[in-house]
């Protein structure tokens, strides 16, 4: 499962527009750092088993129908550059709100530094940062998984009424799927 910090609003926090998908936990451009809570004074490094080229690919084929299917499936269109840009979002047949997201993101170690709730985990030899958080009765788990030095792929899972546990277990699923995807670099 992968790691991940605050959980924010996507572009402002204004009323929610029907329809829309969860935004992803700790991973809103304009939401400050959450304070450092007290850690090891070791940097997080990240590992990666295969450097993964991602140029070229769009970020809505990431997780397909198929992929989806373990958490309910897709409904409706997908939501490119949404919640944040260079991701790709899908509301899911299982619950109102119930959202599952992939898309290409900034480095390991700036996903680490600005989400210190978050854990590592490892998935399939690369290392992925896991945060949850309960937004709007919506256990929301992002993960951010190294695939290059300079970048990492980020799944989101927002499920209404989920344990995170639960929730969890469900992303690292889609991340792997999402993971083979990506041809190496």
């Given at each position: 499962?992968?790691?991940?910090?605050?959980?924010?609003?996507?572009?402002?926090?204004?009323?929610?527009?029907?329809?829309?998908?969860?935004?992803?936990?700790?991973?809103?451009?304009?939401?400050?750092?959450e304070p450092a809570q007290p850690r090891s004074t070791d940097a997080v490094q990240?590992?990666?088993?295969?450097?993964?080229?991602?140029?070229?690919?769009?970020?809505?084929?990431?997780?397909?129908?198929?992929?989806?299917?373990?958490?309910?499936?897709?409904?409706?269109?997908?939501?490119?550059?949404?919640?944040?840009?260079?991701?790709?979002?899908?509301?899911?047949?299982?619950?109102?709100?119930?959202?599952?997201?992939?898309?290409?993101?900034?480095?390991?170690?700036?996903?680490?530094?600005?989400?210190?709730?978050?854990?590592?985990?490892?998935?399939?030899g690369h290392s992925a940062w896991l945060y949850c958080e309960l937004v709007n009765?919506?256990?929301?788990?992002?993960?951010?998984?190294?695939?290059?030095?300079?970048?990492?792929?980020?799944?989101?899972?927002?499920?209404?009424?989920?344990?995170?546990?639960?929730?969890?277990?469900?992303?690292?699923?889609?991340?792997?799927?999402?993971?083979?995807?990506?041809?190496?670099?």
């Amino acid at each position: 499962m992968l790691p991940m910090l605050l959980l924010c609003t996507v572009a402002g926090c204004a009323s929610k527009i029907p329809g829309e998908p969860i935004p992803a936990a700790g991973f809103h451009e304009n939401h400050p750092a959450e304070p450092a809570q007290p850690r090891s004074t070791d940097a997080v490094q990240a590992h990666i088993a295969i450097p993964r080229n991602f140029d070229g690919i769009d970020p809505c084929t990431l997780l397909t129908p198929a992929d989806l299917a373990v958490v309910g499936g897709p409904v409706g269109p997908p939501h490119p550059d949404n919640p944040i840009a260079g991701t790709c979002s899908q509301l899911l047949t299982s619950g109102r709100e119930n959202t599952a997201a992939a898309g290409f993101y900034e480095p390991y170690e700036v996903v680490s530094r600005r989400q210190p709730r978050g854990v590592q985990l490892n998935i399939e030899g690369h290392s992925a940062w896991l945060y949850c958080e309960l937004v709007n009765s919506h256990q929301t788990c992002t993960a951010a998984t190294a695939i290059r030095s300079d970048r990492t792929l980020l799944t989101m899972l927002s499920m209404q009424g989920a344990a995170a546990a639960d929730t969890a277990d469900q992303l690292g699923k889609l991340t792997a799927a999402a993971l083979h995807k990506l041809p190496p670099a």
